[in-house]
């Protein structure tokens, strides 16, 4: 039986995801949570199939559920259902390890089409996403062969970096001098032919740098 958890913090949107949810996956049970507190303890509790995960939550954003759940369970499949469709969202939910990004104003048919896909390995992305996913990549992608022969350290700034932590973070983390992060940041991005910490993110995650830092906590 799949094991689906539902984050998310209106109540007329939680039944409304459990009957698409059910909708798509056979002899499914369904727990529905409205807070991130609520989410790690269900979490502690529980081994779950799917998640479906709103990034507003009252007390905290979503992505940090995600990310509980990655931790706890690498082979889960974390989607993002939301209303909001902007760059910064969609790349750090990507980023965080989420194999789908619903927005809710799609009808509830095409929700479970999308869902249903999830099984054979097919992302569950709205077309909308998927449309400003490529368009992103297209107008912010190398212009050049990029040269991914990044050092160790490198690597480790991009795990960090990819995980949302500032420069100084950074440096604390790794007991450097600031200056030395900027650095290492600055060689990054040439190598990885990008010009922004959004794009870092993608390159962490699509790479599994991620690993780096999450080894060393």
Same mark, same amino acid.
């Given at each position: 039986?799949?094991?689906?958890?539902?984050?998310?913090?209106?109540?007329? #949107?939680?039944?409304?995801?459990? @009957?698409?949810?059910?909708?798509?996956?056979?002899? /499914?049970?369904?727990? +529905?949570?409205?807070?991130?507190?609520?989410?790690?303890? *269900?979490?502690?509790?529980?081994?779950?199939? %799917?998640? !479906?995960?709103?990034?507003?939550?009252?007390?905290?954003?979503?992505?940090?559920? =995600?990310?509980?759940?990655?931790?706890?369970?690498?082979?889960?499949? /974390?989607?993002?259902?939301?209303? +909001? &469709?902007?760059?910064?969202?969609?790349?750090?939910?990507?980023?965080?390890?989420?194999?789908?990004? =619903? !927005?809710? @104003?799609?009808?509830?048919?095409?929700?479970?089409?999308?869902?249903?896909?999830?099984?054979? &390995?097919?992302?569950? =992305?709205?077309?909308?996403?998927?449309?400003?996913? +490529?368009?992103?990549?297209?107008?912010?992608?190398?212009?050049?062969?990029?040269?991914?022969?990044? #050092?160790?350290?490198?690597?480790?700034?991009?795990?960090?970096?990819?995980?949302?932590?500032?420069?100084?973070?950074?440096?604390?983390?790794?007991?450097?001098?600031?200056? #030395?992060? *900027?650095?290492? %940041?600055?060689?990054?991005?040439?190598?990885? &032919?990008?010009?922004?910490?959004?794009?870092?993110?993608?390159?962490?995650?699509?790479? &599994?740098?991620?690993?780096?830092? #999450?080894?060393?906590?």
């Amino acid at each position: 039986m799949t094991k689906i958890l539902i984050v998310e913090d209106i109540l007329e #949107t939680q039944i409304w995801l459990s @009957e698409i949810a059910s909708a798509a996956f056979d002899q /499914c049970e369904i727990d +529905m949570v409205a807070s991130v507190k609520a989410a790690t303890l *269900a979490i502690n509790q529980n081994d779950y199939d %799917i998640a !479906l995960i709103d990034i507003g939550l009252p007390d905290g954003s979503g992505l940090d559920v =995600l990310r509980k759940l990655k931790s706890r369970n690498p082979d889960i499949i /974390c989607i993002v259902t939301t209303v +909001m &469709g902007d760059d910064a969202h969609i790349v750090a939910a990507l980023s965080a390890g989420a194999q789908g990004y =619903l !927005l809710k @104003e799609q009808d509830a048919d095409m929700l479970v089409k999308q869902l249903k896909q999830v099984s054979s &390995g097919v992302p569950a =992305l709205s077309p909308s996403i998927a449309r400003r996913i +490529m368009t992103h990549f297209r107008l912010t992608g190398p212009v050049a062969e990029p040269d991914g022969n990044l #050092t160790f350290r490198e690597q480790e700034v991009l795990a960090l970096i990819g995980k949302g932590m500032r420069n100084i973070d950074v440096a604390n983390d790794l007991g450097l001098a600031v200056t #030395t992060v *900027a650095s290492h %940041i600055k060689s990054i991005y040439r190598k990885l &032919g990008i010009s922004s910490r959004a794009e870092a993110s993608w390159h962490a995650s699509q790479i &599994g740098f991620t690993d780096i830092s #999450t080894a060393k906590e």
